[in-house]
């Protein structure tokens, strides 16, 4: 299991030329195409938003995997609080 990034950090996907900023982890998205059950559900590690913008709507609000990252421009703030999420978040 990898350490997700906190919240705040800067991020540039593969084959991306807009930073985003991380805003939630572990996401969930359902495909309204095959609403049936549960297991139409996708997670996700991150949700994030254009940087410098900020949210603008549903349509500039990005869903992604850690594995999608190419460059960590900066990181998020971390703390003990911080620290103890990433325990929750191993859960999910």
Do not use: C, S, W
Request: without cysteine; charged residues 30%.
């Amino acid at each position: 299991m990898i350490k997700l990034l906190p919240n705040g950090t800067i991020v540039l996907l593969d084959g991306g030329n807009k930073k985003l900023m991380i805003y939630g982890r572990k996401q969930l998205h359902l495909d309204e195409e095959k609403v049936e059950n549960e297991q139409d559900l996708d997670m996700y590690d991150y949700i994030g938003v254009p940087y410098p913008e900020g949210f603008i709507d549903q349509e500039h609000t990005y869903l992604f995997n850690h594995e999608n990252i190419a460059q960590v421009i900066f990181e998020g703030f971390k703390n003990d609080e911080e620290e103890k999420f990433q325990e929750v978040l191993k859960e999910v």
